[in-house]
Each structure stands twice: as structure tokens, then as C-alpha cells.
């Protein structure tokens, strides 16, 4: 019996190691299964996710008078998206600041549609598409207008609304006035200062990035002749042309009196075709000589603001709540339920 015992531990310590193999093979590459394997299966993943369709906008057709054709055309939501937006800002602005136009755009037109209709907008219509709603253009026009650089700038306007595809703006869980304009003086106007009523989230905010922009100054000439014209005034053999008599918030003006008249600065704006309520002058000889900060009406987002913030490495989240004071970035679908439902 004990000649046997050699012979059963030899057989005995075979089988144990003949277990252990598998586990000595696999062993070498179990770090690897938690680090460089791991790391790939997680590379893979995100590029799967990365790679998912994109939310669709819904299947929503928006009525737009187009104006130069005198007729009314339904468009798809993401085509009328892409271009407004590819209308209202540069292609060559940051994405960021893409994003913020195209979440304005969409806010936009969700509030339009969900109103009643304007008796302004012709008849079959929700909006134009003029600056009295949303400039629009169409991939046709798009094409003429951009030329060679069609395919890279629709991508990019693409990629902006996709990426923003059925968020908008509420305040107090409903749609905003989602208003914007090009280039600010330096600040946005409350909307009350321009326009008749106000809202709690069009208030002036700073917006220091706006001299920065190309349309931050401009000038203008105009003879004493058309002046008076134009604004009914007279200005006689004054030395100056008028005092301004209010300022706003913004820093523009609020009521000017020339001549003994008062006007409101959206009155001149509006009257001599002027880029923005921040104007002084002086005469000069048989003229007047009128100089402007600042490009549009003011009141909610400034588009180059916007471009510059988005340089500095905010996103689109940032640049809206920044120009839209108190808002949230919320689902549109709830909305556009209910348009739907309507009709």
C-alpha cells in the first residue's frame, strides 16, 4: 500500500494542475476585460450612441406666406427651421450660437402656431416669411445664395437644429416671445421701452461682447431738407438739432425733443431708417450728420452676442437664459399636441 502513495500524489498534483490551465490562459487577459478591453467596449458604445438617429422634429407642416410668389407654402417644421435659420444668422457663427438660434426660431413659431391667427398675416398663413416674422428661404434659394459653400452650411444649420430638435423656451411653463436682433449697443432694451407691453424675461441685460461686432457702429447723412420732412420738425437756425430727454435702461434713447417736438427714439429709428435707438448728431453744413451703436430693436437675443459668447465657450443653454432672463429649455411637444389636436 505505501508503494502506491508516490504514485497517487504524482496523478493527484497532474489533475490539479490539468484544473488550473484554463485559469493560468485566461488570467493575463482579465485586466485587460477591466482596462484596454473595457475602455474599447465603452468606445464602442458611445460611438453607437453617438451614431443614433437624431430626435426628428414632428411631422408638422408650417404655413408660410412667401411673399415675392404672393402665395401661402406648407412647410415640413425641420425644412422651415433650417431656413430660418439659415437666414436669420451667419452659417459662419459658432455652433453654439446656431443652437441658440435655431431654439428661438423653433420657440418662435410653436408660439405662433399656438396663437390666434394675426389678422396682419394673409389669409392660409401663420407667418411670412419677411422680418416681420422669420425671414425664411428656401434650400433653392439657400443654393443660389451660398453658392459652393451649400453643402458645408446646410450641414452645419442641420446639425444646429437637430441638435436642439423639440426643445424651446417657456416662462411659467408656456411658450416666450422669443425675440432677438443682430448687435446690441452694449445692452439689451426691456421690451416695454420699445414695444407697448412688457414681458419678465425681455429685460435689459448687459452684453459688453457686442462691440466687438462689425454692424456695432455706423453713421448716416442726411440733408436738413429730409430730416425735417421725414420727422415733421423744424429746425430753424437752432446750433443743435434736439435734446434728448429720456434715456432707457438700455442706453438708448427714450424721448428726444427737436424743434419743440418730442418723438420717441423708436419714432426716429423708424422714420430715418436708422440701425438702433442709441443715435447723436450734430449738423454740419446743410446736413446731418446721425451716428448709431448698435444694429436692430434691441429686445431679447443679440445674435452677434451670442456668436461671441459662444467663442468664449458657452453653449446654447448659457447664451438663452443669459438674453431670455428666468426661461427654462423644455419639450415642445406638449404644445404642438395640442396644435394637432386643434387641427
Do not use: C
Request: hydrophobic residues 40%.
Amino acid at each position: 500500500m505505501n508503494s502506491l502513495k508516490p504514485a497517487i500524489a504524482v496523478f493527484a498534483g497532474l489533475f490539479i494542475i490539468i484544473l488550473m490551465i484554463p485559469t493560468l490562459m485566461v488570467a493575463p487577459f482579465m485586466d485587460r476585460a477591466k482596462g484596454e478591453l473595457g475602455e474599447d467596449l465603452r468606445q464602442t458604445e458611445e460611438a453607437e450612441e453617438a451614431a443614433a438617429p437624431v430626435t426628428a422634429e414632428p411631422d408638422i407642416a408650417v404655413a408660410v406666406y412667401r411673399a415675392n410668389q404672393k402665395k401661402v407654402e406648407n412647410v415640413p417644421l425641420q425644412e422651415y427651421l433650417i431656413g430660418v435659420v439659415s437666414s436669420e444668422m451667419s452659417p459662419d457663427f459658432e455652433q453654439e450660437a446656431l443652437k441658440a438660434q435655431a431654439l428661438a426660431a423653433r420657440t418662435y413659431i410653436v408660439k405662433m402656431l399656438m396663437s390666434d391667427k394675426s389678422p396682419s398675416t394673409p389669409e392660409g398663413s401663420v407667418v411670412t416669411d419677411t422680418i416681420s416674422h422669420q425671414v425664411y428661404k428656401s434650400q433653392e434659394e439657400l443654393k443660389r445664395i451660398w453658392g459652393h459653400n451649400y453643402e458645408h452650411n446646410l450641414a452645419k444649420v442641420r446639425s444646429a437644429v437637430e441638435a436642439t430638435a423639440g426643445q424651446i423656451l417657456t416662462f411659467e411653463n408656456q411658450p416666450i416671445n422669443a425675440q432677438f436682433f443682430s448687435t446690441s449697443n452694449g445692452y439689451t432694451e426691456n421690451s416695454e421701452d420699445y414695444w407697448a407691453n412688457p414681458f419678465p424675461y425681455l429685460k435689459s441685460v448687459e452684453s459688453p461682447w457686442d462691440e466687438k461686432s462689425p454692424k456695432f457702429f455706423d453713421q448716416k447723412v442726411v440733408s436738413i431738407a429730409e430730416f425735417e420732412q421725414k420727422l415733421g420738425v423744424k429746425i430753424g437756425n437752432a446750433e443743435e438739432v434736439g435734446r434728448v430727454l429720456e434715456r432707457t435702461p438700455g442706453k438708448k434713447v427714450g424721448v428726444v425733443e427737436i424743434g419743440g417736438k418730442k418723438l420717441t427714439g423708436r419714432e426716429v429709428r423708424e422714420k430715418l431708417d436708422l440701425r438702433s435707438t442709441d443715435f447723436t448728431w450734430n449738423l454740419k453744413g446743410n446736413s446731418v450728420v446721425i451716428s448709431t451703436k448698435g444694429y436692430g430693436h434691441g429686445v431679447g437675443m443679440s445674435q452677434y452676442g451670442a456668436n461671441f459668447m459662444a467663442q468664449e465657450g458657452k453653449n446654447y443653454g448659457e447664451i438663452v437664459t443669459h438674453y431670455y432672463q428666468g426661461t427654462q429649455v423644455a419639450a415642445a411637444d406638449p404644445f404642438l399636441a395640442k396644435y394637432m389636436a386643434k387641427n
